[in-house]
C-alpha cells in the first residue's frame, strides 16, 4: 500500500460525458501527478500540481483539467468524453516538487467509456 | 527530450541475478536516472534512481555508465514476485521538466 488513494476504482461512461477522477496524496506530500495509461500509448504523464499550483503540463488534452486543493487532494476532471479516453488513471504523489523524486503511485481508477 | 530504449522482454531463473539494461544516449547532464516497476493490476512502484554514480538500496542496484548513456538494474536474487513490467525513465531536477513519458518498458518473466 502506497498510502496514495485513488477513487473511483471503477468507472463505466457514455460518450460526451463528464467523469471526475478524485486522488489523496500520501500524508505530507505536496505533490500529485496524473498519468494515464492506454493499451496503445503505455504510461503518459498529464499533468503536475505542487501545493495547489500546476508545476508541469504533458500529453494533457484541452478536453481534460485538474485541480489540487487547499486539504492537497487532487481531481482530474475529464470531459466529453471519448473512446479513445478508455484508460487507467494514475495519479501519483511525492515530497517535493521536483519529478526527480521518488513518485508514489495509487492503484488507479479504470475508465470505461462506451 | 531525451529517451530511453530497453529490450521488451527478459526472462530469468529464480534466485538468479537478474540485469536489465537501459540505453539513454541522449541524455543531458541535468536528467536523473529512475527505475520504476509494475507488477499485474498496480500501479508503478519505483524502484531506485541515480545521477552519476551507482546506487544500492534493499530492493536493486542500478549501475551508470561513465558517460551516463546507459544504465542496468541489478536484482541480486530474483524471486516470483519481481515478475513485473520495469521502466527506466529520465527526469530532470526541476519542476517544469516537459514530458515525462515511462515507455514500453521490459516485461520480466521469472521462472521457477
Known amino acids: 500500500d502506497s498510502g496514495v488513494t485513488q477513487t473511483p476504482k471503477h468507472l463505466i461512461t457514455a460518450t460526451g460525458q463528464r467523469v471526475t477522477l478524485r486522488c489523496s496524496p500520501r500524508?505530507?506530500?505536496?505533490?500529485v501527478y496524473w498519468y494515464q495509461q492506454s493499451l496503445d500509448q503505455g504510461l503518459q504523464f498529464l499533468i503536475h500540481?505542487?501545493?495547489?499550483?500546476?508545476?508541469a503540463k504533458g500529453n494533457i488534452l484541452e478536453r481534460f483539467s485538474a485541480q489540487q486543493f487547499p486539504d492537497l487532494h487532487s481531481e482530474l476532471n475529464l470531459s466529453s468524453l471519448e473512446l479513445g479516453d478508455s484508460a487507467l488513471y494514475f495519479c501519483?504523489?511525492?515530497?517535493?516538487?521536483?519529478?526527480?523524486?521518488?513518485?508514489?503511485f495509487g492503484p488507479g481508477t479504470r475508465l470505461t467509456v462506451l | 527530450d531525451a529517451k530511453t530504449t530497453q529490450p521488451n522482454s527478459m526472462e530469468s531463473n529464480e534466485e538468479e541475478p537478474v540485469h536489465l539494461p537501459c540505453n539513454h544516449s541522449?541524455?543531458?547532464?541535468?536528467?536523473?536516472i529512475h527505475w520504476y516497476r509494475q507488477l499485474p493490476s498496480q500501479g508503478p512502484e519505483y524502484v531506485i534512481h541515480?545521477?552519476?554514480s551507482n546506487v544500492n538500496n534493499r530492493m536493486a542496484s542500478l549501475a551508470i555508465a561513465e558517460d551516463r548513456k546507459s544504465s542496468t538494474l541489478i536484482l541480486h536474487r530474483a524471486t516470483l514476485r519481481d515478475a513485473a513490467v520495469y521502466y527506466c525513465?529520465?527526469?530532470?531536477?526541476?519542476?517544469?521538466?516537459?514530458?515525462?513519458?515511462f515507455g514500453d518498458g521490459t516485461t520480466l518473466t521469472v521462472k521457477p
Open positions: 501519483a504523489s511525492s515530497v517535493l516538487a521536483s519529478r526527480h523524486n521518488e513518485q508514489f
Open positions: 500524508s505530507g506530500d505536496l505533490s
Open positions: 500540481y505542487y501545493n495547489g499550483e500546476e508545476r
Open positions: 541522449t541524455i543531458s547532464g541535468t536528467d536523473y
Open positions: 541515480g545521477l552519476t
Open positions: 525513465i529520465l527526469n530532470k531536477n526541476n519542476t517544469n521538466a516537459g514530458k515525462s513519458t
